[in-house]
């Protein structure tokens, strides 16, 4: 019997903004939904935070298993890896076009059109390479407390997602980030609020929450700068919000766990 997209919606209730996050975010299979649209994909976004607690279980399951067979180092590539796996590379892919674009010499127009382009160029590849590099370097430094950066990382870097679409304009007319930009609401970023800090006080009482913080400020900062070069944000720059997102909730983690600020007994 073939059910048409009100019956597939129905058979997801409430729970349907979840599954079009998944759908959105990962490459897992999510079967029951509707055809995906750009409103739907903007009512999913209070659930990007629990799905980025899901890709950073998929970290831990590579990197448990990885350290089991290997050892420590490839621990933490195995975690970083599973990451882009899991995502298809969505995030890292606005990186680098946002990369290229930004760090160039050019007008706004052409920074633009440099964005559409598909190609890496110098800039992204150094942006891609020096990312991937931290965040495994950051991960493997944690020592026995890696599993909290990697379940965290994913949490708080889809959160700057949002954050970045919510409160920052759109770039151009007619692009993917200004349909994000109008059908976001207020309720959606609270909500995605929440649960972030919700995963950041629950697995690292309070550094979480603090990493969170630091991620809020770097994700104002990067966005008003693109802001400025830009005249607004794009579906690339906010890619880019979102793996900026994760770097720095490891470096804040690793920076508690290195100078052994008291009170982060979580970690060892």
């Known amino acids: 019997m073939a059910y048409n997209a009100r019956e597939k919606a129905n058979r997801w209730?409430?729970?349907?903004?979840?599954?079009?996050?998944?759908?959105?975010?990962?490459?897992?299979?999510?079967?029951?939904?509707?055809?995906?649209?750009?409103?739907?994909?903007?009512?999913?976004?209070?659930?990007?935070?629990?799905?980025?607690?899901?890709?950073?279980?998929?970290?831990?399951?590579?990197?448990?298993?990885?350290?089991?067979?290997?050892g420590e180092p490839l621990r933490a590539v195995a975690v970083v890896v599973a990451w882009m796996v899991v995502t298809w590379g969505l995030h890292l892919d606005g990186l680098a076009d946002s990369a290229d674009a930004l760090l160039?010499?050019?007008?706004r127009e052409r920074k633009l059109e440099i964005m559409k382009d598909s190609r890496v160029g110098t800039m992204g590849a150094l942006a891609l390479v020096s990312v991937v590099l931290i965040k495994a370097g950051a991960l493997y430094s944690l020592g026995p407390a890696w599993w909290v950066g990697a379940l965290l990382a994913p949490v708080w870097g889809r959160w700057a997602d949002i954050y970045g679409i919510f409160f920052f304009p759109a770039a151009r007319e007619g692009g993917m980030g200004r349909g994000f930009h109008d059908r976001v609401r207020l309720r959606d970023f609270y909500l995605a609020t929440a649960a972030a800090l919700l995963a950041g006080l629950l697995l690292a009482p309070p550094w979480g929450a603090l990493a969170g913080l630091v991620v809020w400020a770097a994700a104002h900062l990067l966005a008003r700068w693109m802001v400025r070069l830009l005249g607004g944000l794009t579906g690339d720059t906010y890619g880019a919000?979102?793996?900026?997102?994760?770097?720095?909730?490891?470096?804040?983690?690793?920076?508690?766990?290195?100078h052994a600020v008291p009170g982060a007994g979580w970690l060892l």
Not at 65 to 70: N, P, Q, R, V
Not at 104 to 107: D, E, K, L, Y
Not at 241 to 258: D, R, W
């Open 13 to 70: 209730g409430l729970l349907q903004p979840l599954g079009e996050a998944v759908r959105f975010l990962t490459a897992f299979p999510v079967p029951g939904l509707p055809p995906m649209k750009e409103a739907t994909v903007a009512r999913s976004m209070a659930a990007f935070p629990v799905v980025g607690l899901l890709i950073g279980a998929c970290g831990v399951a590579a990197g448990l298993l990885a350290g089991w067979m290997w």
């Open 241 to 258: 919000l979102s793996e900026t997102g994760e770097v720095v909730t490891l470096l804040t983690l690793l920076a508690l766990y290195h």
């Open 104 to 107: 160039s010499w050019r007008s």
